[in-house]
Every structure is written in structure tokens, then in C-alpha cells.
């Protein structure tokens, strides 16, 4: 019989990101600034960014090393399962090989976790005390709260409103990692409670 999960040890996890624009024979246009109409240069983005999500984002070489931090937090969730979809290539009757991901194992219960954890680190290391986001249904709301937690950043969150009321669940588990709530009410975001600025 064969396998059809695959699972890493914690030894085994990858020590790097692996970047696509190495390999495309033909790489997107860039974004263009809004102000000046010509491509965005790395230092258009650093009043918002941190120069290490800026470095990743502008790379063209394959590999991007993780930082220690970022997977010595990953190793609390993964590495999480590689699952072979054998059933669906036989009903696609292809030769390909088709593999999937569970990242339901992360404690958001999505994979936006692998995302959030890098931006906190790299918004700690620059100095950030704060992040702000938005979220519709929480799972990213979530996950950012959770990492602005491991890093010992205070957070923001704006929830759409109907979310907020429909769902708890995802709200209570925001809460766990103490980010402030803000609802979205006709269109407009309040400021909450309690929070300074910049």
C-alpha cells in the first residue's frame, strides 16, 4: 500500500522560504506607486513595511532564509501534514501527482498563521510596538493577534461587524490573545478605546 500522508519531523522543516520569481521565465509587472506612476523601489514602501518584508517581497533569489524566531514559533504547529490526493487524481484520470496541505493544525486553524508570524517578527525586530489590521470572518484577525502576542506587540483589530455578531467563536479566540476590537459600523472605522497614536 502506499502513503498517503507525509509527515516531517521537526528536524526535517524547511530552513527557508522558497521564492517563485527565481524561477518564472517571465515575472510580473511590478506595482506601480500611486504618486509617481513608475515602479515601486524598495524605499517607497518603508514608511509602512519592515525592511525585511521589503527584501523578501523585492528578491529574486530562490531561497529566503527563516529567521530562528519565526521557526522556533513554527514548531509549535508544525510541521503540519502533506496529504497525497490519490482518489482525486484516479477520478481526474491524470498522471499527475497532486499533494495538499492541512494547515488546520495551526492554532488560528488556517495557514494565515505561517504569514502573521514572520510580519510580527519582522515588524519587532524594526521596533514597531503596534500592528493594525482588518479582518472579515477573524481567521486573520486571529492569527495576527496571536502573533503580535508571541512577540509581545500590542494589536489592533477591526472586525466587519456582521462577523463580530455571527461569529463568537473566532472573536473568543482574538480575545485569548488580548488585541483590541474595533467593529466596522456604516462604512466607517471607529477608533477604539484605549489606543494612542503613532
Partial sequence: MSETKIILTEQE????WYNIQADMPNLPKPPLHPGTGRPIEPPDLSPIFPMGLIEQEATRERWVEIPEEVQEIYRLWRPSPLYRARRLEKALDTPA???YK???TSPAGSHKLNTAVPQAYYNKVEGI???ATETGAGQWGIALSQACNFFGLECIVYMVKVSYQQKPYRRSVMQIFRPLLALKQRSKWPKPANTRTW
Fill in 13 to 16: 522543516m524547511p530552513k527557508a
Fill in 97 to 99: 501527482k497532486i499533494y
Fill in 102 to 104: 492541512n494547515e488546520g
Fill in 129 to 131: 510596538k503596534r500592528l
